[in-house]
């Protein structure tokens, strides 16, 4: 979704799906390329298509969502993960061996742990975590998904006009 970026939006939104009865399993929120409009990427578990439909349509008629885009299971979407996890000198290497594996980067060592950042999809996450947990997982923290459609397709295409006004 493009909406404005002011505060308040947020809460509009998520209180509007809340709601209607549906839990967000992942939200992503952050600035576009113009400074005034924000980009919302909402993950919901909605099995009812006819149901979702309706929650688009409310979403579209607040007056600070600008475009509302459904993306299929063909879109690129990443989420990252940054886990801190026990280590000791023997089994360090291990550890960021297996980061280095799934690509991930080393972004703190201690004597006692290494955390470690990777950026993927849901099922490179739930792999390396998998893989992680024996060591022992001392913290975890995950952003919400970020998608965008494949190809040369854009959301800002056939803009309304509240937001054309944004192009340079």
Known sequence: MLVSNHSGVLARVAGLISRRGFNIESLAVGTTEHPDVSRMTIVMDMADERVAEQVVKQLNKLIEVYKIVELGDDAVNHEMLMVKVRCTD?????????????????????????????????????ALTTMLTPYGIIELVQSGQVALDRGSKSINEKKRPALAKHSS
């Open 90 to 126: 023997h089994n360090r290497p291990a550890i960021i061996d297996l980061a280095n594996l799934f690509r991930a980067h080393v972004v703190d060592v201690s004597p006692e742990s290494v955390t470690v950042e990777v950026t993927g999809g849901q099922s490179k996450i739930a």
